[in-house]
């Protein structure tokens, strides 16, 4: 019996439903990208409408400004003559900022490390969960906390310092009163933005690459050598993240900070002598009470902390960028 050959056919294309799915797809591609961009332009025209309103509100104070803005100390807006800078206010708002992030910094990193790949995993859920409510405390809170019960237990440590390391500058005390300074105003802060680091430091441990810690301790890495091998160099970016969003905070608290400084207008290296100020503190303190040019001085001064802000983030950003093509970081 002889077989016909028959040719083999082709699997039916799905002509009916390709076009209508692809037509989908693509208009929820279209519109997705659509409200994403809007949400970026809405961003950054909020920053530009804030930076506009505090530029134009602070303008005439700085027309009648008979000091320099930039390097004079002194603060007496509503005199007449009008005179005031910020020397004094960034001076004590980068210098907290400062004693804060090299407090907390590495606290927050160990903190991390220790409950992403040295504690038990029941141990640290819990740990972890204790560390994080610190960022639930508010800030007044916080401020109290260092007014009332810190001030007094640091009078030993400030005492010592001066005693054994007065020969530095900044550990040096001429008046021998240790209470409501810079150095406290650090510590305060330090404390405040901890949970900040430790949290974000931990999302990204934990995100490594489990074949990279598997790799390394194979290879014969001790614990240490393989978060030294394979989790830093990988989490570098989300480090520094974590980093400058503790810094962000450190130079914007407000109530903390007047709480246990008293808010004078000099530029002192002695930070563990009475004394400093910064921008947020100063204008919480002194807002309700200034007149229209001390308003514009004080808004002057928010300018330069918003600008300060930004440049912060500018600069961390463009070194995450760096960062990110030798971490394997998207």
Known sequence: MTMTPTATQPPPSPVSASPIRGRANRRGDRIFSGLSMAAGILVLAIMAGIGLFLLVKAVPALRVNTANFLTSSVWLPDNTPS?????????????????????????????????????????????????????????????????????????????????????????????????????????????????TVSAISREVFVQVPPAHIEASLALGATRWEMVRMAVIPFSKPGMISAAMLG???????????????????????????????????????????????????????????????LAVNIVARLFIARRAAFSGAN
């Open 83 to 195: 005179r005031f800078g910020i020397a004094a206010l960034a001076f004590g708002t980068v210098m907290s900022s400062l004693i804060a992030m090299v407090l907390a910094v590495p606290v927050g990193y160990g903190i991390a490390l220790a409950l992403a790949h040295y504690a038990a995993k029941r141990i640290a859920v819990i740990l972890a969960f204790i560390v994080d409510l610190l960022a639930a405390v508010p800030s007044i809170i916080f401020g109290l906390w260092g007014l009332a019960w810190l001030m007094p237990r640091t009078f030993g440590l400030f005492a010592w310092l001066n005693d054994h390391l007065g020969w530095i500058p900044i550990f040096r005390n001429d008046l021998g009163v240790y209470t409501r300074c810079l150095a406290l105003a650090g510590i305060v802060l330090a404390i405040m933005i901890l949970p």
């Open 247 to 309: 810094l962000g905070r450190a130079l914007g608290e407000t109530i903390a900070v007047a709480l246990v400084l008293s808010a004078t207008f000099n530029i002192n290296w002695h930070l563990t002598e009475p004394g400093g100020n910064s921008f947020a503190a100063n204008i919480a303190l002194k807002f309700n009470e200034a007149g229209p040019t001390g308003q514009g001085a004080l808004i002057a001064a928010g300018l330069v902390l918003f600008v300060l802000t």
